[in-house]
């Protein structure tokens, strides 16, 4: 079985985790200019996190910086995602809410790949993942865990839920709250891949402790790996350019 997913030009699932670069900005100018500073770092994909966008919900704003982070972007794919306060983001939406706004996103058509908050119930997810489908646009399957590390039987009955969903691509992340927590992640994530996984996965423990794993997902089993160009998305986030160097050099060894 094929357990990668193809996104342009880029693959997922193969060789190296990819470094995804996640850009924020309240208006379409500063958008722009942490998507320019970003583009330096090389990113393999860049994440739009539109929950810091001012004007989200305001259709023409919406298309237009779409349109700007397009060509910008060239043939770097483009992960869009709405973070709710709930998984430690910033728009405070309700579930019928949140599936308007992304709904209305997918039917812009310019993101290569969208996420989707399954906190929001089943039903919302399924229908976000179905019209992302429809579209031809990808999809990753979100859970975050601010509190702590459930076991590693959640963690991985929450990734193959996803995979039930027809998520392209189940992602969670979890806080550890000792360092035994990150092998729990670690663990988890080894066994998805060895036992369960019929698509990339991604995870990652937050926080200073988690640091590891974000690195070692070509060991253990996790896809994609976010980096930083300025500001953090989420605790625990490395330099995309550091980050990408001691990838290249674990690869090597």
């Not at 483009?78 to 949140?98: N, P, V």
């Not at 908050?117 to 975050?144: C, N, P, Q, R, V």
């Not at 992340?173 to 060895?194: G, I």
Request: charged letters at 30%.
């Amino acid at each position: 079985m094929d357990k990668t997913v193809q996104v342009r030009d880029l693959v997922i699932g193969e060789g190296r985790p990819k470094i995804c670069i996640p850009v924020m900005g309240s208006t379409t100018e500063t958008l722009k200019e942490a998507v320019g500073h970003a583009m330096k770092k090389h990113p393999d994909l860049i994440e739009w996190r539109a929950d810091y966008f001012a004007d989200i919900e305001n259709e023409e704003v919406r298309r237009q910086a779409f349109d700007e982070l397009r060509e910008i972007l060239g043939e770097v794919p483009l992960l869009f995602t709405i973070r709710t306060r709930r998984e430690g983001g910033e728009a405070d939406l309700s579930a019928d809410q949140y599936l308007k706004v992304v709904s209305d996103a997918i039917r812009d058509e310019k993101a290569d790949l969208v996420d989707v908050e399954i906190s929001h119930g089943d039903d919302i997810a399924f229908m976000l993942i179905s019209l992302a489908h429809e579209f031809g646009i990808k999809t990753i399957a979100s859970s975050h865990d601010f509190s702590q590390t459930p076991k590693k039987e959640q963690i991985i009955m929450t990734l193959c839920k996803m995979q039930e969903l027809e998520a392209d691509i189940p992602k969670m992340a979890v806080m550890p709250q000792r360092e035994r927590d990150v092998l729990v992640l670690l663990d988890a994530t080894l066994s998805m891949k060895e036992l369960h996984a019929q698509t990339p996965v991604i995870t990652m423990a937050m926080g200073r402790n988690g640091v590891v794993s974000r690195l070692s997902g070509e060991v253990f089993g996790s896809a994609v790996t976010f980096g930083t160009a300025g500001a953090q998305s989420a605790p625990g986030q490395i330099d995309a350019e550091e980050l990408r160097k001691i990838l290249e050099l674990l690869a090597v060894v």
